[in-house]
């Protein structure tokens, strides 16, 4: 079967820094995103992994270990316009290219 | 700029009705997906499209059609709107690997 999993809800302090973790199982793999969804918007795409390792852009960094099935999201330097749901999604290892979404962490960044 | 479109916003219809949902893209993508989003369950896939006349059917795919007869626009038909199809639907396009996501369609069946 198909299983992503991610926490609920996490709240954070202006400043600090989270991690949010993504656990997978799924048939096949063709890589992991995280995308960013403020409430009422559209998801915004905010990371790719495919291999393993970390990849970092700005104050936000994404790490994957295939082996584990496992992905966190690192977020750094917390701003308030940070609060919003983190989506973790994974392509499939199917030819067509399908997303396959957990269910997205709620973070709340407080001053 | 490029980019990608969904119309209308928000609609309310009746029961056993049939609406359309619009999605639009400007960026020439082949790719092109319908989710739609309720609470505890996440982002989930209606239908999809790799290209002109190409239509698949995804995980939540019952009481939906869609179809492809350009590049740039991939119609949502809900065939006899239920009350189970209230959500937040989203369109998406892509080229390669990431799907860029429409602004979404609230819709509400009574």
């Known amino acids: 079967g198909q299983n992503i999993d991610q926490p609920t809800e996490m709240t954070a302090t202006e400043g600090a820094i989270v991690q949010i973790n993504c656990t997978y199982q799924t048939s096949g793999f063709n890589g992991l995103f995280w995308y960013q969804q403020h409430a009422g918007e559209a998801p915004t795409f905010l990371s790719y992994?495919?291999?393993?390792g970390l990849e970092e852009k700005g104050r936000f960094s994404s790490f994957l270990s295939r082996s584990k099935g496992y992905s966190y999201l690192l977020l750094k330097e917390l701003q308030m316009k940070d609060s919003a749901s983190y989506l973790c999604a994974v392509r499939d290892g199917s030819n067509t290219g399908k997303l396959i979404f957990g269910q997205g962490t709620t973070l709340q960044v407080k001053p | 700029d490029a980019e990608i479109t969904q119309s209308p916003r928000h609609k309310i219809t009746e029961t056993g009705r049939q609406v359309t949902l619009a999605c639009h893209q400007t960026?020439?993508?082949?790719?092109m997906f319908w989710y739609r989003q309720d609470l505890g369950h996440g982002l989930r896939l209606i239908h999809y499209s790799y290209g002109v006349q190409d239509t698949n059917k995804g995980e939540v795919s019952d009481g939906y059609s869609v179809s492809r007869s350009n590049t740039e626009d991939l119609p949502l038909t809900l065939e006899s709107a239920a009350s189970s199809q209230t959500s937040v639907y989203f369109c998406a396009s892509s080229e390669r690997e990431t799907q860029y996501f429409g602004p979404g369609t609230r819709l509400l069946v009574l």
């Open positions: 992994n495919v291999l393993d």
């Open positions: 960026w020439n993508h082949n790719n």
